[in-house]
């Protein structure tokens, strides 16, 4: 199975988000991998796209990403 790109790694994160987070920890460590690979230091999200798009949902998503290793930022809508 070939390593998924930082594109298809922040799909599945978008995905499990709407599944109710199911497998979320398997999708950052997939994405904190891609942006290694990719030479990236930051994922880029659309807030649009998000479950919960309020100032409390992305600190929540920002904090829980930066302790796995994952720096976020929202792009802007």
């Known amino acids: 199975m070939s390593e998924p790109t930082v594109a298809d ?4 994160i978008y ?3 709407q599944a109710d ?10 994405l904190k991998a891609a ?3 990719a030479g990236l230091k930051e994922a880029v ?3 649009a796209r998000l479950v ?9 998503m920002e ?7 994952v720096v976020v930022k929202f792009s802007a809508s």
Request: hydrophobic share 30%.
């Open 35 to 37: 942006l290694t690979r």
């Open 63 to 69: 904090a829980y990403f930066r302790q796995r290793g």
């Open 9 to 12: 790694a922040t799909n599945r």
């Open 52 to 60: 919960q798009n309020n100032r409390s949902g992305r600190k929540r």
């Open 21 to 30: 987070n199911a497998d979320i920890d398997v999708h950052v460590a997939a």
């Open 45 to 47: 999200f659309d807030p």
């Open 15 to 17: 995905e499990s988000l």
